[in-house]
């Protein structure tokens, strides 16, 4: 245990999109909230910065380290829970694949969840994941208090009465605060969810598109770029005791698995060989995804299994800017010629008072465009961003974009504030990284 606590020679790593690489000087992976002390006391001597990594799920440079690459994996599953009130301490490290197993015996469930379930809860509150619901906000916004430790080595404790003024900064910190040992999340009573999936047309859509995001528990939508057509999945919460229908084995191996990832990966290989392959292979594909129901466990609902590689960018913008916004996208892509074998996935947030949530302040819908991992991304995600930035659009920390901070200080009320507690707990920026340098400044 000894050797973990301390650090090792730094290894390569990869993100999960491979849109970034680094070499780190030292990794360590400590076991405990003293081993994350000693090398951060380590890190103050040797003048090495320090980066805390989750799963390396984000598509931005945000985890990218270069000093010592700080593992929390260790740092997992239930440290404390207040079951009276529904709150749940987690260690750092705990992916959210584990909370089925940790929560359901207690009857509790994360309120709301987005697509995947393989990254950490302390990188996924970091960066502002969130799934769809026009009355329920991101992940970070449940979280009631963190413990973290700070660039001076002490502990800091925060939550609702203890540094409570930190809260609001500390739920969604980018990793720019300090490093979260454990943070306490307010879970719901487990519930089921009764999905419907159905294709619909693209107008149709984006003409009701507000009944529909407001109509719904869990609302949203992918459009295949060259088609007229979108899978729209409504997702209704159902008290635990109703009747599951879950999707049987097989159909669901074949869905999930085959269509969703094999044929994906096949249809994006396809497509860079031939581009023009690219719209037909999209209209069959808006006729192949997307017509069940099925009633299951919230978090096997909410959440899907992603095998093909991709990158992704993702816009929130004002929930009443979507329809426009969208149709931008749709004309930018006819202009150019561009072939895109990825869905745009559209989806929406409840307005929060989380300083750098993409929704702060204003009810929220998101637009995410995304590449293979194989394909050139850039060109289409600036001409996006230029689109997304005239709908004042607030880019996801977690996923590749190009704004930086004085663009971002216009757009966040509470940016500045941010930017001030970071100076008095990092002043000496030991938690730096050029992604947070661009994003909140030196
Ligand atoms: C296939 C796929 C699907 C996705 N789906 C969604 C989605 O549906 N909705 C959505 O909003 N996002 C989604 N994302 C983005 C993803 O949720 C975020 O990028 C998230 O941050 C990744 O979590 P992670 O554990 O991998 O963190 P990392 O990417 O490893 O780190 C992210 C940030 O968290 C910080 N951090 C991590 N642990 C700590 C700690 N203990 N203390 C302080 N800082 C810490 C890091 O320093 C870094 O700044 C998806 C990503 C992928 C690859």
């Known amino acids: 245990m000894t050797e973990l606590n301390s650090l090792r020679p730094g290894r390569a790593w990869r993100n999960w999109g491979r849109s970034e690489a680094a070499r ?26 320090i980066k805390t990594i989750g799963a390396g799920h984000s598509f931005s440079a945000v985890a990218v380290a270069s000093g010592i690459q700080l593992d929390v ?13 529904g709150r749940v301490t987690f260690g750092a490290g705990t992916r959210l694949h584990r909370f089925p197993a940790l929560l359901g015996p207690l009857g509790l469930a994360l309120e709301n969840m987005g697509d995947i379930d393989r990254q950490t809860i302390a990188g996924a509150t970091s960066t502002g994941t969130h799934g769809t619901g026009a009355t329920f ?15 001076e080595a002490t502990i800091l404790r925060i939550s609702e009465t203890e540094n409570a ?9 980018l990793g720019a605060l300090g490093i979260i040992v454990d943070l306490t999340v307010q879970c719901v009573p487990s519930f089921l969810l009764a999905a419907v999936e159905r294709p619909a047309s693209f107008d149709d859509v984006l003409d009701d598109f507000e009944a529909l995001a407001t109509g719904a528990d869990h609302f949203e939508f ?21 009747e599951r229908h879950p999707i049987g084995a097989l159909a669901g191996w074949f869905e999930d698995r085959v269509l969703s990832n094999i044929a994906l990966a096949a249809m994006c290989n396809i497509g860079r060989l031939v581009p023009a392959a690219t ?21 096997d609902v909410f959440v899907s299994a992603r095998t093909t590689r991709f990158r992704e960018m993702e816009y929130a913008i004002p929930r009443a800017a979507v329809p426009q916004a969208l149709r931008d996208v749709r004309d930018l892509i006819d202009g150019t010629g561009w072939r895109i074998s990825f869905p745009i996935e559209v989806r929406v947030a409840a307005s929060d008072d989380t300083w750098l949530s993409t929704a702060n302040g204003r009810d929220t819908g998101y637009i995410a465009v995304h590449r293979y991992f194989r394909d050139d991304h850039e060109d289409y995600f600036l001409a996006v961003e230029q ?23 216009a757009l966040y009320p509470h940016h500045g504030d941010f930017v001030a507690v970071r100076d008095r707990l990092d002043p000496d920026r030991v938690f730096t990284n050029p992604y947070l340098y661009r994003v909140l400044g030196p």
């Open 24 to 49: 780190p000087a030292f990794t360590a992976t400590p076991t405990s909230v003293d081993g994350v002390v000693a090398i951060v006391r380590r890190a103050r001597d040797r003048g090495l910065a």
């Open 222 to 242: 992918y459009w295949w770029p060259h088609t007229d057509g979108v899978m729209t999945k409504t997702n209704s919460r159902l008290p635990t005791d109703a």
């Open 165 to 173: 003024e930190l809260l609001p900064a500390a739920r969604l910190g």
């Open 279 to 299: 719209p037909p292979l999209n209209r069959f594909a808006t006729r192949a995804y997307g017509n069940r129901t099925y009633t299951d466990n919230s978090h």
């Open 387 to 409: 689109i997304m930035r005239s709908h004042q659009g607030r880019p996801h920390w977690g996923k590749i974009h190009y704004q930086d901070s004085e663009s971002l200080a």
């Open 73 to 85: 994996s260790r740092l997992e599953g239930i440290v404390d829970v207040n079951l009276a009130a």
């Open 137 to 151: 906000g991101g992940l970070a916004t449940r979280v009631v208090a963190v413990t973290m430790v700070t660039a």
